[in-house]
């Protein structure tokens, strides 16, 4: 099946800086990949939607300024936290969909993000 | 918007014991999707159901699909050890919409 990687798997970092995360289709192209968040025994929330070659798409109540999108290529889609606080911890997960089809979505492994 | 329930929260069986965990939209769904995150882990494609009443198997797991493609199940037979995590439904095209999820947990 398609392989979707992120990048880093874990990061810690102090109140106030930004932390990209980086999320990869390695065999396959995908022009749209999903940004979603984990809180601890949570379901997973669709933050976002990264478009190749044009501006992401916010859900209802993700703040497009600190939550920064880009879809640099057809591989690649990163997500910045920007002045990161302890309530943006949480797991990162990005998603890609499936080229058979559409509608399954490949997760990426995600990024466990502790803000001190 | 469309809400996806799902229940249990949480499940806990006895090793050999069968399972389910039910999911309900609130809206009619072009198709469901069920998933498994082990703890720890990210959630991996089980199984997806387009057909209005649709029942797939996978060896010792039976998705459901409703009638009124409103609702799903899954239920594991003879759950195993490796059974362990949680499941979740989510529904729609592209943007996906997660059930809560059923966290398993097993008494070997």
């Known amino acids: 099946g398609a392989v979707v990687s992120q990048h880093p798997s874990r990061v810690i970092c102090k109140s106030g800086t930004s932390v990209k995360i980086e999320c990869r289709s390695l065999?396959?192209?995908?022009?749209?990949m999903f940004w979603y968040r984990q809180f601890p025994k949570q379901s997973l929330m669709l933050m976002a939607t990264?478009?190749?070659?044009?501006?992401?798409?916010?859900e209802q109540g993700v703040e497009k300024d600190k939550f920064l999108i880009n879809h640099a290529s057809l591989t690649l889609s990163t997500l910045t936290v920007t002045s990161a606080h302890p309530e943006d911890s949480s797991f990162y997960i990005c998603?890609?969909?499936?080229?058979?089809?559409?509608?399954?979505?490949?997760f990426g492994p995600g990024t466990r993000l502790t803000v001190l | 918007g469309q809400q996806v329930m799902q229940i249990p929260q949480y499940q806990h069986v006895q090793e050999g014991e069968d399972f389910t965990t039910y999911c309900n939209s609130s809206?009619?769904?072009?198709?469901i999707q069920w998933y498994k995150q082990r703890p720890g882990g990210h959630p991996v494609f089980l199984i997806q159901?387009?057909?209005?009443?649709e029942v797939k198997k996978q060896k010792r797991l039976t998705f459901q699909f409703g009638e009124a493609k409103k609702n799903s199940s899954l239920h594991i037979t003879a759950t195993q050890t490796t059974d362990v995590g949680t499941y979740f439904c989510?529904?729609?095209?592209?943007?996906?919409?997660f059930g809560q999820g059923t966290r398993l947990t097993i008494n070997p």
């Open positions: 065999d396959f192209q995908a022009t749209t």
């Open positions: 989510a529904g729609g095209a592209q943007k996906l919409v």
């Open positions: 159901l387009v057909k209005s009443g």
């Open positions: 990264s478009n190749e070659g044009s501006k992401a798409t916010y």
């Open positions: 809206t009619t769904l072009s198709n």
């Open positions: 998603s890609a969909p499936g080229t058979a089809s559409t509608d399954t979505q490949y």
